[in-house]
C-alpha cells in the first residue's frame, strides 16, 4: 500500500524524476571514470529506474488524450 503512494508521488512529481535521473548519470560517469564498477552499476540502475518512470507518465498522457 505504502509502495502505491510512494510511487504515485514520484510519477506526479516531475523534480523527483529528474533528480534520480541526473543522480544515475552523475554515478554512472564517475563510475565510468574512476574505473568504479559498484558505483556504476548503481548509477545504470537509477538511470533505468528513472527512464521506466518517465515512460510510464508518457503512456498515461497518451492514453488521456487520444
Known amino acids: 500500500m505504502m509502495a502505491l503512494k510512494v510511487t504515485s ?13 541526473i543522480i544515475g548519470i552523475s554515478a554512472v560517469s564517475y563510475g565510468m ?3 568504479n564498477r559498484i558505483i556504476f552499476i548503481i548509477g545504470l ?3 533505468i ?3 521506466v518512470l518517465i515512460r510510464k507518465k508518457i503512456k498515461a498522457s497518451i492514453r488521456n488524450n487520444p
Do not use: A, H, P
Open 33 to 35: 571514470l574512476k574505473d
Open 9 to 21: 508521488y514520484i510519477l506526479k512529481n516531475k523534480t523527483l524524476i529528474i533528480l534520480i535521473c
Open 49 to 51: 529506474w528513472g527512464y
Open 45 to 47: 540502475v537509477f538511470v
